[in-house]
């Protein structure tokens, strides 16, 4: 499984390399392959491996001793017997452990911690503090939970607070490593590629579905993966998020599942959830700032603090899908799962629209314009939008983006539009226009004509 984590893992080596004992924390979402990736870390260095299971700290005590057992008995004499009454004495000896010999030590579902034995944090605080500077002791916390991983590291208020030396937060696959991954395993056309990307998004865990479930058409592999009775996606949603927000979670649910719907301003979220705007406010900010959930979009020529014309979005494709067909149907797929799918079928080509022009967006960032951009992202006002405005002092490049098949004509047309909206735009400079589509016939001809003509193979390549 372990794929295209070549940067996080030179950055680990790069910190096993130094001297003396680092406390690193990588957190991301669950099924972003964290722990493929400290696995993948640890094959060729002495290192223990603890996964935090949510039980008694004895049955705990029990696995961790027997992995101590396995992994150092070569380098303790046998005269020392490994007997520990509490985590805090196996955090201590292996940080006395490794004022001999480099030691790497993974707790994985670090956050797990605070429910089986709270105290933990603040003896791990005060253990570190004492027996740090005489170790060399490379300290791995993996967290799943990025709201909880935050507050246990990042809040002034928690014992652990400024203990950490490196923080790594582990991203998916953008579309390009997807792509990668999943064609490494099967055959699948870009188009369908594309479709399916929009719906699971990076996460390699949900893409390692697809060698399984891929029915030939995307339609048919997401009727498998999440609207059959039996689909193994269909509650992934709730799994991960129910336990993320913890009793609040429904608030948060209402507003992410508004934001899927296209509720995507405050005043609309407030509206469609019956929330008082304030409150709207407060889960706005925690899930763009603490969770990571929403991204908050303001028109790409424009001020982000000073702006009052503010959008949100959900970052992840997963997420957005899930509440936007599947969340938000909770009970007719209960009920009629069928009449659910058909409803589906009819929205889904303007959904992947709407993904399309994100990975458009990251396809022009990598582009080659003539200019380097100061700023790449979206405009609107009015009712008027340009799907991508890439500019600086003196260039500008607008760009349409259509999950569609353009004849030359309907290209043509689209960009005399762009030309038109191009008027309303307060930047100043040389600009030029483009169009992004599924496939453009004659798109040599546009390019002659000096227009950016792309479509879903220059994207690929």
């Known amino acids: 499984m372990f794929h295209d984590r070549e940067r996080e893992l030179e950055k680990l080596n790069e910190i096993y390399s130094f001297p003396g004992s680092t406390f690193v924390v990588i957190y991301g979402r669950r099924r972003v392959g964290k722990t493929a990736l400290v696995k993948e870390f640890l094959k060729d260095k002495l290192g223990l491996y603890f996964f935090v299971s949510e039980k008694d700290e004895t049955l705990l005590l029990e696995e961790y001793i027997q992995e ?22 196996i955090i201590e000896f292996l940080l006395e452990f490794s004022q001999e010999k480099k030691l790497v030590v993974v707790f994985d579902e670090f956050q797990n911690f605070k429910t089986v034995k709270p105290s933990l944090f603040s003896s791990l605080q005060k253990l570190w503090d004492e027996k740090k500077e005489s170790s060399n002791l490379m300290l791995i916390a993996v967290g ?45 056309s870009p188009e369908d590629f594309v479709e399916l990307y929009s719906a699971l998004g990076g996460m390699p865990k949900y893409l390692l579905y697809l060698p399984r479930y891929h029915k030939g058409n995307a339609l048919e592999t997401l009727k498998a993966l999440f609207f059959d009775e039996f689909a193994p996606l269909r509650e992934e949603g709730l799994n991960v998020l129910k336990l993320e927000f913890g009793r609040f979670y429904r608030a948060y649910f209402s507003i992410l599942e508004a934001v899927s719907l296209g509720y995507v301003t405050p005043k609309e979220i407030s509206d469609k959830t019956g929330m008082k705007i304030l409150t709207v406010g407060k889960y706005l900010s925690e899930l763009t700032n603490n969770y990571e959930y929403l991204a908050r979009e303001v028109p790409v020529t424009e001020n982000p603090v000073k702006t009052r014309r503010v959008a949100y979005r959900i970052k992840d494709e997963f997420f957005n899908f899930w509440f936007r067909f599947i969340y938000h149907n909770y009970t007719m797929l209960e009920e009629n799962p069928e009449k659910v799918f058909e409803k589906f079928k009819a929205e889904f080509r303007p959904f992947v629209g709407k993904t399309y022009e994100k990975i458009a967006q990251e396809f022009v960032e990598k582009l080659d314009l003539g200019f380097k951009p100061e700023r790449v992202g979206r405009w609107w006002r009015k009712g008027e939008e340009v799907d991508i405005v890439a500019y600086n002092r003196s260039n500008v490049a607008l760009f349409e983006v259509k999950w569609s098949n353009l004849s030359l004509k309907d290209a043509k047309r689209i960009l005399r539009e762009l030309e038109r909206k191009a008027e309303l735009l307060s930047l100043k400079g040389r600009y030029k226009f483009g169009i992004i589509a599924r496939s453009i016939e004659d798109k040599e001809e546009l390019r002659e004509e000096g227009f950016l003509a792309f479509d879903l193979k220059d994207i690929i390549r």
Do not use: A, C, Q
């Open 144 to 188: 799943s939970y990025v709201g909880m991983i935050k507050r246990i590291f990042m809040d002034r208020k928690e014992p652990l607070f400024g203990r950490v030396d490196e923080l790594i937060k582990l991203k998916p696959f953008d579309f390009w490593n997807s792509w990668t991954f999943v064609r490494s395993r099967i055959e699948i």
């Open 68 to 89: 101590i057992e396995d992994k150092l008995s070569h380098h303790i004499p046998r005269y020392i017997k490994m007997k520990f009454t509490s985590l805090e004495e």
